[in-house]
């Protein structure tokens, strides 16, 4: 059994020092999502309940309370709450999920190996982003991925079956479950019976007691639900929760209904640069479907990782880009697999030679490379181009927080005037991270004559902050001046 390098673990490291601290130190959050989170939270410090969830004053049983209790002790306890909550729910929880990837892929194959598909996860820009995102996605893989390792840890005899470690892949999964919902037992538990499946292998689940596990689990689950009962609101929270994370996201969503194949389409852009190979490799591994008894074990986890909950979350009605983030993994890994079987044929070459053209940097550093016929090492400057590129973009956040974000319009506002907007109900959010702009004094409004009526007849001092798209829409309005717009955002003054 090999083991893993130090000194590969400390140039990931160094990928995260230089890329990810810096960007989450210096950008400023989303309204929509980030923020929005940091509003509930402020609820639930107000409120002092711990299971039940409120934006301002409704229900919100979208999500899980866990990932709200780690910003609720940052948002307590330290004044640098925004980064410190992105560190802990996000970049800490992404590097443990790189170096165990490494560990476990070094184990079953070798050390090389499991350093290329780490390497290349931590690498993936998607991933990257959402590792420097205030979401619990991150978390919620995290958990996931802690759970995959036990099981194939176990499987494959790299640990003990003891009682431990069981108990710790089904907890494992009950925390995922309780960091993001039902996508953090449906994503372990469909890999797990899928690979033993095609293993023939299911007579494994007693050794692990998959069924005491299970009770485990629904234990927890029904602990939960209890003490959400017990709230005074608990019963129609509930009804909520199970209605929208249920039928609402899987069978009838409201909102990012898309067609069965979105994800297929959209798996170009998401894992890119390693697609090309992801596609080509799943038309290999289904073409040769007939012939899976002799794939090697390495080969069903990246086909399992890859395919199968790809087919669930297909199924369900309502879609988003991030739920693909557990299966990044197994996508990269099944990417590799293809690539190592065909590296050496002209297929292999041409693939590569077009992933390096797109990137550029690639192109340059095999021409002029002393080891231009290794494969191995020609692969790895793909990641190396990732690094290089999102380094100078990391320097760059200043601009795009300038010209992207809210920043500069929140630094306009100097004193506790009336805010109003204008088909912009996010802002509203903002109270979660500055304090000095209280929800009381931000009205929005979705009729734009409403709305020039009363900026009109309102002859106090007011702002106006809209989408920039907005803006000339309110030309005609007397009075108004515009005090900051960017390619996002506009902040006017009523004068």
């Given amino acids: 059994m090999q083991k893993i390098s130090y000194k590969n673990i400390f140039k990931i490291l160094f990928i995260y020092l230089i890329i990810y601290i810096p960007i989450a130190l210096t950008r400023f959050s989303d309204i929509r999502n980030e923020i929005k989170y940091y509003a509930i939270t402020d609820n639930l410090i107000k409120s002092r309940e711990f299971f039940i969830l409120k ?209 297929f389409v959209r798996l170009s852009f998401l894992i890119f640069p390693y697609s090309l190979f992801w596609y080509c490799g799943v038309f290999h591994y289904l073409k040769d479907i007939k012939n899976y008894r002799s794939w090697n074990y390495l080969d069903k986890i990246g086909v399992i990782w890859s395919i199968v909950p790809l087919v669930l979350f297909s199924l369900a009605s309502g879609k988003l880009d991030i739920y693909m983030l557990p299966l990044f993994t197994g996508m990269i890994l099944l990417s590799l697999n293809f690539f190592i079987e065909i590296k050496n044929k002209k297929i292999g070459k041409i693939l590569l030679k077009i992933i390096s053209i797109i990137l550029i940097i690639p192109f340059f550093i095999n021409r002029f490379s002393k080891n231009r016929e290794n494969q191995y090492k020609k692969f790895l400057t793909i990641p190396l181009s990732i690094v290089i590129i999102f380094g100078v973009l990391a320097q760059g956040m200043g601009v795009f927080n300038r010209h992207f974000t809210l920043k500069p319009i929140v630094f306009q506002i100097q004193d506790n005037r009336k805010i109003y907007t204008y088909r912009f109900e996010d802002f509203k959010n903002i109270e979660g991270v500055e304090p000095k702009i209280k929800d009381s004094n931000i009205t929005n409004i979705q009729e734009l004559e409403k709305i020039k009526e009363i900026l009109k007849t309102d002859n106090s001092k007011n702002y106006l902050v809209i989408k920039s798209k907005y803006n000339e829409k309110f030309n005609d309005v007397k009075n108004l001046k515009l005090k900051f717009t960017n390619n996002s955002y506009s902040i006017f003054e009523r004068e």
């Fill in 55 to 263: 934006y301002f004053s409704e229900l919100y049983p979208d999500k899980p309370p866990l990932y709200f209790w780690l910003i609720r002790f940052f948002k307590e306890n330290f004044e640098n709450f925004n980064f410190l909550s992105i560190l802990f729910g996000s970049i800490i929880p992404s590097f443990i999920i790189i170096i165990l990837i490494y560990n476990l892929f070094t184990k079953l194959k070798s050390e090389k190996f499991g350093f290329l598909v780490a390497i290349s996860l931590a690498t993936t820009p998607f991933f990257m982003g959402i590792s420097v995102f205030l979401r619990m996605d991150m978390l919620m893989n995290l958990f996931i991925t802690i759970s995959l390792y036990y099981f194939f840890s176990i499987y494959f005899n790299l640990i003990k079956n003891s009682l431990a470690n069981r108990v710790i892949l089904y907890l494992s999964i009950f925390l995922g479950i309780f960091t993001k919902g039902i996508a953090g037992g449906m994503v372990p538990f469909s890999i797990i019976l899928g690979f033993l499946t095609l293993e023939k292998n299911l007579t494994f689940l007693k050794k692990i007691n998959f069924l005491a596990g299970l009770g485990l689990i629904l234990f927890c689950a029904l602990a939960w639900f209890s003490l959400i009962y017990l709230q005074p609101e608990g019963k129609e929270y509930l009804a909520l929760m199970f209605k929208q994370e249920t039928v609402g996201r899987i069978v009838k969503a409201k909102t990012h209904i898309r067609p069965f194949y979105y994800y």
